[in-house]
T-cell receptor
């Protein structure tokens, strides 16, 4: 499968727990974007990373959210102390080059906070 | 400044008809305008994209029309098919270091038999 992979596809957490979402970009892509989609809304940019570097995190909430893309392994979006308002679909997209506007999306992780 | 406004919110078209979805943007620095198709439970899939140096781009049954002076662009789906039933999102970005996409709110298209 040469596409963008995300796991888990569905994640249920209770309020106060931590959520970890993983994204493996397409083969040959070294840039990752994270977007959040609230029910019945469009996608909102959160963060843009390349390996070992955050390029743009202007869409990330100031608290509880963090992202990384290590030299080896998938990109991880981490949400600490989840609240009900964090319930959403989180999509990862990858691009081949720095600032690559052609972005390919994964299937998403649907987070439900009870 | 960063908004992309999309209309209509939902659209019902008969099989064989033309589906038209419109978007308007405010940021004149935007220079790449993709359209994405999303089926329920799936991620958005890049459908077609345009840059401001052309006024129209066609790929199969899908056409983007672009009006730079009006800051508007639209997606036309010719000969609409039931399999086209999905949610369509327009987006825009300024190509460069980040190229983060700003999305419209989506149009839910239903193509009836």
């Amino acid at each position: 499968n040469a596409g963008v992979m995300q796991n888990p596809r569905h994640l249920v957490r209770r309020r106060g727990q931590e959520a970890r979402l993983r994204c493996s970009p397409m083969k040959g892509h070294s840039h990752v974007y994270w977007y959040r989609q609230l029910p019945e809304e469009g996608l909102k940019f959160m963060v843009y990373l390349q390996k070992e570097n955050i390029i743009d995190e202007s869409g990330m909430p100031k608290e509880r959210f963090s992202a990384e893309f290590p030299k080896e392994g998938p990109s991880i979006l981490r949400i600490q102390q989840v609240v009900r308002g964090d319930s959403a679909a989180y999509f990862c997209a990858s691009s081949r080059r720095l600032g690559g506007s052609e972005q390919f999306f994964g299937p998403g992780t649907r987070l439900t906070v009870l | 400044q960063q908004q992309v406004k999309q209309s209509p919110q939902s659209l019902i078209v008969q099989k064989g008809g033309i589906s038209i979805i419109n978007c308007a943007y405010e940021n004149t620095a935007f220079d790449y305008f993709p359209w994405y198709q999303q089926f329920p439970g799936k991620g958005p899939a890049l459908l077609i994209a345009i840059r401001p140096d052309v006024s129209e781009k066609k790929e199969g049954r899908f056409t983007i029309s672009f009006n730079k002076s009006a800051k508007q662009f639209s997606l036309h789906i010719m000969d609409s098919q039931p399999g086209d039933s999905a949610t369509y999102f327009c987006a825009a970005t300024q190509e460069g270091t980040a190229s983060k996409l700003t999305f419209g709110t989506g149009t839910r298209l239903q193509v009836t038999l």
